[in-house]
């Protein structure tokens, strides 16, 4: 019976893991010891076939848009970490000038939307600048979302779908 | 001291142009309308169902660039106006309802309904001439497109 550490050499053998003078015994283990010289063809073996037959894994998608999907989550999880700058000095002026203006703004885009809501509207969100990409995906069904700024399109991925 | 006041009067004064603006802006009338197309994309000759049809040379070329099928063909087709703060849905299939809820200044909500059941809620901006897509696999390595086309004013 074999003992493990004789195995693992076979195995780094193979891999051509071994120095000379390891890869010298391990050659003389396996002249001598027939059930050695066995495990060592049968590993030999199994390296040869998973080689030549390895599965490409393809995907389902064009290279391009599957990467881009990962650069966009990426670029999304960066900018939500990144901190807001402290306003200096300098900047106080500019505050005090626009303070006012936010705050009537406000007041103003208030009065606007309740008067959307007494005319019928059913919508409380407020129009928001930019596409803020909210997913809701109910059932667990996997998605994310993709941008091709020279095609014009923006395109939501769903794994799962109806037929 | 007399800067200071100064700059609060010049502020004010803008805020109140400001404000007239964004109640004009937000109180006008806001309706979207929008082309929606089922598309079905594979790699093999055009299906023997005489409903479906080729997709013209311009959307099919430019869903070509993103995805891998070079082939695609229409299953069904239809447009509709939403108002701003009102939702439409519509049937693409047996199988396919589309669901548009317009928030105003170009910002949607996009459900997607599977066999009657919400597969997917997407909330996105559609500019005017822009395509916005909600697509996922099909069988035998195909994949099926739902295409919103937002009419150029």
Known sequence: ?163 | MRRHFSSCRVGTAAAFFLSLWIAAVAGAADNLTLHARLIWGADRDKPSDPNMRTVEPETAGKLAKVFKWQSYYEVSRTNFTVSAGGTKKVVMSPKCDIEVEYLGASNVNVRLYGKGKMVVCKRQTISPGELAVVAGPDKNDTAWFVVLKRERK
């Not at chain 1, 406000?106 to 600048?129: C, D, E, F, R, T």
């Not at chain 1, 990409?133 to 395109?155: G, K, N, W, Y």
């Open chain 1, 1 to 163: 019976m074999m003992d493990h550490k004789t195995e693992v050499m076979l195995q780094a053998l193979l891999d051509g893991e071994l120095s000379e003078a390891q890869t010298a015994t391990a050659r003389a283990v396996i002249d001598r010891d027939a059930e050695a010289r066995a495990l060592y063809e049968e590993l030999r073996s199994i390296k040869v076939l998973l080689a030549g037959n390895e599965i490409e894994w393809k995907l389902s998608e064009a290279r391009e848009f599957y990467w881009s999907g990962i650069q966009r989550e990426i670029e999304r999880e960066e900018r939500s970490a990144d901190s807001e700058p402290r306003p200096t000095r300098s900047l106080h002026a500019l505050l005090r000038l626009l303070l006012p203006v936010g705050a009537v703004g406000i007041v103003a885009l208030s009065l606007a939307l309740g008067w959307n809501q007494l005319s019928g509207s059913k919508s409380n969100l407020p129009a928001l600048a930019g596409s803020h990409d909210i997913e809701t995906p109910l059932e667990d069904a996997p998605s994310f979302t993709f941008r091709s700024e020279p095609e014009a399109m923006t395109v939501v991925w769903v794994d799962s779908g109806p037929n």
